[in-house]
């Protein structure tokens, strides 16, 4: 890690009390980041700012629902500037296909990994431009990019948020805003919980593109891609989507 890549910087993770969220925070403070943890999960919070250790100057935990814009107006309200946002909020749908499809998991899906998304960076961006600039980072999916490693609802979500961060890089890039996307295969995140097949028959049709996985990744080594993206070394790239699935969406 680079103690000073992002001394400096103010970053706030969504979806930081686990898995690649977790990571992230803890290797931004480790870049120099002073860094805001959001997630739903207050328990999560509480172990990510215990084990950090960082003190409140560094890390702020701050909990609440990318699906509430009371909740992010909350978080949002009085700061000066976020620098980079790390979108990483996400949940998964139990492989359920469009036949099995109930509105209220479609909704409960597309509200975390899509809405979410878009709620949370229409929050910041105007911080970010009225400081001149920042770095967004959108965790997509191996599920961005294919059809048959999750449910319907899950698959949707993960191609809409890449649309969304391109939209961002196109329209928002002149005004010092870049957006990018990182596409992580399987990794090892409590996530597995919202993955527990509720159809034998998808789940049997879905196998025949997990067969070509790769081994699960650790959190940080998503993170560290994100990280990446999010600083000046990156400075050139935007509306990128970066795989981190060791080889599996070339299979």
Not at 71 to 98: C, K, T, Y
Request: hydrophobic share 45%.
């Amino acid at each position: 890690m680079d103690a000073k890549r992002h001394a400096g910087k103010r970053a706030l993770v969504s979806g930081a009390g686990s898995g690649i969220g977790r990571a992230t925070v803890l290797r931004l403070l480790a870049e120099g980041a002073h860094v805001t943890g959001f997630d739903a999960d207050e328990d999560g919070l509480a172990t990510l700012y215990t084990e950090a250790g960082a003190g409140p100057d560094m890390l702020e935990v701050f909990p609440g629902d990318v699906r509430s814009d009371a909740d992010i107006a909350a978080m949002v309200e009085g700061r000066s500037g976020i620098d980079v946002l790390v979108n990483n909020a996400g949940i998964m749908d139990h492989f359920v296909p469009v036949t099995e499809l109930d509105d209220a998991l479609w909704e409960d899906v597309l509200g975390v990994n899509l809405t979410g998304v878009m709620r949370l960076t229409r929050a910041v961006l105007p911080l970010m431009l009225a400081s001149g600039g920042g770095a967004v980072v959108t965790v997509g999916s191996k599920g961005s990019l294919s059809a048959g490693v999750s449910g319907a609802a899950y698959t949707a979500s993960k191609h809409g948020v890449l649309g969304l961060a391109k939209h961002i890089a196109w329209f928002y890039g002149p005004q010092g805003i870049r957006s990018n996307a990182v596409c992580p295969g399987a990794v090892a995140t409590a996530i597995g919980e919202t993955s527990a097949p509720r159809s034998d028959w998808a789940m049997e049709r879905a196998a025949t593109a997990l067969a070509t996985m790769g081994a699960v990744a650790e959190p940080d080594q998503i993170a560290a891609a994100i990280s990446w993206l999010a600083s000046s070394e990156a400075g050139n790239v935007n509306g990128a989507v970066v795989t981190v699935d060791g080889g599996w969406s070339v299979a």
